[in-house]
T-cell receptor
């Protein structure tokens, strides 16, 4: 079974600075997807960024980018120019490409990000 | 963008009663819906996968007779917590996708409190 590990329960960053959230995962599969989701106090899960394992290029979405190291099974999220609205829980998630398992998401334990003035 | 509506957002029920939570995809047909449970300050734990017109697939350790899931149409899945107990108090979140290659869209969640 796949596992997703987020070793940082909490992180803090000053407004306008850059922060990196860590995520590692364990899988025996070669094809899969990785995601970062944001859960603000409203509890709504919001997709931040997505990475296909077969793509070597790291995904970017505006101020959000990832460092995907397939061999190391590492998938970190970098938030640049942090804003107060970035404060939330961030979950790393894994999804198999195996259609037989209905492609369910496996979530990490989350990292709570605080953004300070 | 795709919208998933979950209702109610909050519910309080007495121990021993049943409560139904609805998950609707408002602007797309969802072939698959997922039900998650989230304890305070913890991650989302998948409870079951619901495919339209077929029985739900439950994760190990989830009691299917207690958490009844019905996916009767392509836009609606329901989770019924039967004979609720205080330990069932939690935050329940549904998600839905149009097809296998489509992204998942999440509902706003339901906070269940069993007294």
């Amino acid at each position: 079974a796949q596992t997703v590990t987020q070793s940082q329960p909490e992180m803090s960053v000053q407004e306008a600075e850059t922060v990196t959230l860590s995520c590692t995962y364990d899988t025996s599969e070669s094809d899969y997807y990785l995601f970062w989701y944001k859960q603000p106090p409203s509890r709504q899960m919001i997709l931040v960024i997505r990475q296909e394992a077969y793509k070597q290029q790291n995904a970017t979405e505006n101020r959000f980018s990832v460092n995907f190291q397939k061999a190391a099974k590492s998938f970190s999220l970098k938030i640049s120019d942090s804003q107060l609205g970035d404060a939330a829980m961030y979950f790393c998630a894994y999804r198999t490409e195996n259609t037989g398992t209905a492609s369910k998401l496996t979530f990490g334990t989350g990292t709570r990000l605080q953004v300070t003035l | 963008g795709a919208v998933v509506s979950q209702h109610p957002s909050r519910v309080i029920c007495k121990s021993g009663t049943s409560v139904k939570i609805e998950c609707r995809s408002l602007d797309f047909q969802a072939t698959t819906m997922f039900w998650y449970r989230q304890f305070p300050k913890q991650s989302l734990m998948l409870m079951a996968t619901s495919n339209e017109g077929s029985k739900a697939t439950y994760e190990q350790g989830v009691e299917k007779d207690k958490f009844l899931i019905n996916h009767a149409s392509l836009t609606l899945s329901t989770l019924t917590v039967t004979s609720a107990h205080p330990e069932d108090s939690s935050f329940y979140i549904c998600s839905a996708r149009r097809d296998y290659n489509s992204p998942l869209h999440f509902g706003n969640g339901t906070r269940l409190t069993v007294t």
